[in-house]
């Protein structure tokens, strides 16, 4: 049984800053790339960034200058800062991971941390 659980949602004034975390745990031989996705109400879960093994990020076009994602594959954890919040960025985010458990190579999510912004 893996588990991926996320922290460090609130409320934001536009043009603040949150950062987010994320830490799996459970069966895991080894992580191969953990992402970040969000969902905003009435609107379809999309991808937000992703952080390889080997330390390789890309981001979303919307995120991209405002939103670093970092962690340490190796102990399972991920981190995305975000600044230069904006309304638009209100959203469930929720962290995705692509590993190799005890029996095979499966994704795995998180039970999602809100992020709200306020103009």
Do not use: H
């Not at 987010?20 to 992580?31: D, K, Q, W």
């Amino acid at each position: 049984q893996v588990q991926l659980v996320e922290s460090g949602g609130g409320l934001v004034q536009a043009g603040g800053s949150l950062r987010l975390s994320c830490a799996a745990s459970g069966n895991i031989v080894r992580v191969n790339t953990m992402s970040w996705y969000r969902q905003a109400p009435g609107k379809q879960r999309e991808l937000v960034g992703t952080i390889t093994s080997v330390g390789t990020t890309n981001y979303v076009d919307v995120v991209k200058g405002r939103f670093t994602i970092s962690g340490d594959l190796a102990n399972n954890t991920v981190f995305l800062q975000m600044n230069n919040l904006k309304p638009d960025d209100t959203a469930v985010y929720y962290c995705n991971s692509y590993l190799l458990d005890d029996i095979r190579y499966n994704i795995y999510w998180g039970q999602g941390t809100q992020v709200t912004v306020s103009s």
